[in-house]
Nanobody, 130 residues
């Protein structure tokens, strides 16, 4: 499985960005894809996750109400729509998944070591200026 994250950039407070995570390879058995972020000097944290089995979406408290995760089945892509961005959202954003099912509600509620999931996309930088 390969994941390709894209869509980052430099924006101002209050602006929006749309991140994409395109999955390729052996994707038929994937059950969840999650977005994470890591700011300098901080642990990697989960921000959002979508569970393909039931379509449920999950968000960390810090982004709930501002970010929206969705899936485009036709192109094996998971989108993270980020609205109302603020400087605290500045980080490198990664998408990730695993060869076995994992609990979305857990990955968005606590920091996660990168080795906890098998597949990671290359990060995309999001910078929000004040």
């Amino acid at each position: 499985v390969q994941l390709q994250a894209s869509g980052g950039g430099l924006v101002k407070t209050g602006d929006s960005l749309r991140l994409s995570c395109e999955a390729s390879g052996a994707t038929s058995n994937l059950k969840q894809i999650a977005w994470f972020r890591q700011a300098p000097g901080k642990q990697r944290e989960g921000v959002s996750c979508v569970d393909f089995s039931d379509g449920k979406t999950y968000y960390s408290e810090s982004v709930k109400g501002r970010f929206t995760i969705s899936r485009d089945n036709a192109v094996n892509t998971v989108i993270l729509q980020m609205d109302g961005l603020n400087p605290e959202d500045t980080a490198v954003y990664y998408c990730a998944t695993d060869r076995t099912p994992f609990p979305c509600q857990v990955v968005v509620s606590r920091p996660l070591a990168p080795q906890a999931l098998d597949y990671w996309g290359k990060g995309t930088q999001v910078t929000v200026s004040s």
